[in-house]
């Protein structure tokens, strides 16, 4: 799966940038590699931050459910019981938003009395998608990264059959450069980017 990125910005073209993206940092290491002026900028869910630090929202995120075009068993919907039934693919970033998803859903599950049937653990969400594409199982991915991963035409997106509580995905960076003109520039191409006032990427 390809993941948007800053070379997709026409503003990039033709001047003097070099950026490198580390996608799998921690939040407290990002925060004291950005106290030492290693790391410019961050994007994710943040709580918990030390007060030297400003934050700016992109975006609400939420989660939806993948399964195959042919589920043999789900159709335009999937209920809680086809939920719970279905072999599921999780994946576990060391860093990020998703940790606080998957700990909802544990907690659902619990709650239900039901055990989750797990085929398959990924350290990360890339691939899943033929993951689901080539089996029954199912996964839950935020609706932004489903959005890519259905425009390859092998899955569908699926609204999850329960409320879950909507992540607020923000910029973050240290007060050090709150006022420097390049990274000010730098702050409103990622805003000019990203910023997208929907609950979810699909309809």
Not at 80 to 95: L, R
Request: aromatic share 8%; glycine share 6%; hydrophobic share 45%.
């Amino acid at each position: 799966m390809r993941i948007p990125v800053l070379e997709d910005l026409p503003d990039l073209e033709g001047k003097a940038v070099l950026v490198r993206a580390d996608l799998n940092v921690p939040l407290d290491a990002a925060q004291q590699m950005m106290k030492l002026g290693q790391i410019d900028l961050a994007v994710g869910m943040f709580s918990g931050l030390h007060g030297d630090f400003i934050q700016q929202r992109l975006f609400h995120e939420t989660y939806v459910v993948l399964v195959r075009k042919k589920h043999p068993k789900i159709g335009a919907r999937i209920d809680v019981e086809q939920f719970f039934a279905a072999d599921h693919v999780i994946y576990t970033p060391t860093a990020g938003s998703h940790g606080r998803f998957e700990t909802e859903l544990d907690a659902l599950f619990a709650q239900k009395g039901r055990a989750r049937k797990v085929a398959l653990q990924l350290a990360h969400s890339s691939g899943i998608d033929q993951i689901v594409a080539s089996s029954d199982f199912i996964a839950c991915v935020p609706s932004r990264v489903a959005s890519a991963m259905v425009d390859q035409g092998s899955v569908r997106a699926l609204p999850l059959p329960f409320d879950a509580t909507p992540l607020d995905i923000s910029q973050l960076w240290h007060e050090r450069c709150h006022r420097d003109e390049g990274h000010q520039w730098f702050r409103s191409l990622i805003f000019e980017m990203f910023h997208d006032s929907r609950q979810s990427a699909i309809a």
